[in-house]
């Protein structure tokens, strides 16, 4: 069984930085494409970021790229999401997700994500 447990989450005024970890249990972790969404107070859970297994590819949504950094260390089997210049509409639940290898779809697609942690919360006021 796979288990995500996030961590780093807090209260940080708009302009600051955070960084979130998620360790990772299970095998092959550097084989999986790991990715960050978030979830707003009365919205979707919408894409945040992923890297691929090596690290050597980076996707990220458009609201936080040139922010927010998404990394991993696969001999911890963690991934990072360095969050700078934070803005209070950052403020969201955020969760790490891994996709399969088998998937085809979209890395941005929450779908084709099969194993989540629990979520931390991250607030940004102005």
């Known amino acids: 069984q796979v288990q995500l447990v996030e961590s780093g989450g807090g209260l940080v005024q708009a302009g600051g930085s955070l960084r979130l970890s998620c360790a990772a249990s299970?095998?092959?972790?550097?084989?999986?494409?790991m990715g960050w969404f978030r979830r707003a107070p009365g919205k979707e859970r919408e894409f945040v970021a992923a890297?691929?297994?090596?690290?050597?590819?980076?996707w990220y949504a458009d609201s936080v790229k040139g922010r927010f950094t998404i990394s991993r260390d696969n001999a911890k089997n963690t991934v990072f999401l360095q969050m700078n210049t934070l803005k209070p509409e950052d403020t969201a639940v955020y969760y790490c997700?891994?996709?399969?290898?088998?998937?085809?779809?979209?890395?941005?697609?929450?779908?084709?994500?099969?194993?989540w942690g629990q979520g931390t919360q991250v607030t940004v006021s102005s």
């Open positions: 299970g095998r092959f972790f550097n084989t999986y494409i």
């Open positions: 890297v691929s297994g090596g690290g050597d590819s980076t």
């Open positions: 997700a891994r996709r399969p290898i088998t998937s085809r779809g979209g890395v941005a697609d929450k779908a084709e994500y099969d194993y």
